[in-house]
Antibody
């Protein structure tokens, strides 16, 4: 059974870079039928899509975050990562990694598997 | 302010049927499938409904989804105490070029 697990610092200083890793277990991250996404949820608020990586290296980012975000993949470790630069207090949130299918055939075009989430606080 | 509009709260008594609405526009719900997620307190969201009305694996048939034009709905029949959670709708927005979510509806079982 596929599982996702986020890891990284829980506290980041303003203007610095937030770095998180999502480790995929129970399946391969190399499947071309899935996209690997980052989604965040500020305290008490709704969900916000950050971006994803697919086809072993192609990326798509939310336009409002595009200038500050980089998502990368390490297939040898079955991991994908998020870097968010120049963070402010507005970036304080629970960060989730998730999988979503391509939508073709039986692959569900929705976020069907989620990590447990990791809280990141931006504060000096 | 979320792109998709949901009522902030809903409630019902055990056994009742509750409906949660999700309103969007032609660039999201009007042109793409809607997915629904359930988030129990302190946990990650869980996929409930995909492609407007398809239940995810293991989801009871008490949960159903529908879509008409630029609006969608999630219905829960035979309400149970364990259904108390936040519910979010989501769709791809081809104008904003991003996934958009509703603001979430907190369901209380009285």
């Amino acid at each position: 059974q596929l599982q996702l697990q986020e890891s990284g610092p829980g506290l980041v200083k303003p203007s610095e870079t937030l770095s998180l890793t999502c480790t995929v277990s129970g399946g391969s991250i190399s499947s071309s039928n899935y996209n690997w996404d980052w989604i965040r949820q500020p305290p008490g608020k709704s969900l916000e899509w950050i971006g994803n990586i697919y086809d072993i290296g192609r990326t798509h980012y939310d336009p409002s975050l595009k200038s500050r975000v980089t998502i990368s993949v390490d297939t040898s470790k079955n991991q994908f990562s998020l870097k968010l630069r120049s963070v402010t207090a507005a970036d304080t949130a629970v960060y989730y990694c998730a999988r979503h299918g391509s939508g073709s055939g039986s692959f569900v075009r929705a976020f069907d598997i989620w990590g447990q989430g990791t809280m990141v606080t931006v504060s000096s | 302010q979320s792109v998709l509009t949901q009522p902030p709260s809903a409630s019902g008594t055990p056994g009742q049927r509750v409906t949660i609405s999700c309103s969007g526009s032609s660039s999201n719900i009007g042109s793409d499938a809607v997915n629904w997620y359930q988030q129990l307190p302190g946990t990650a969201p869980k996929l409930l409904i995909y492609s407007n009305n398809q239940r995810s694996s293991g989801v009871p048939d008490r949960f159903s989804g529908s879509k008409s034009g630029t609006s969608a709905s999630l219905a829960i029949s035979g309400l149970q105490s364990e259904d108390e959670a936040d519910y979010y709708c989501a769709a791809w927005d081809n104008s904003l070029n991003t996934w958009v979510f509703g603001g979430g509806t907190k369901l209380t079982v009285l």
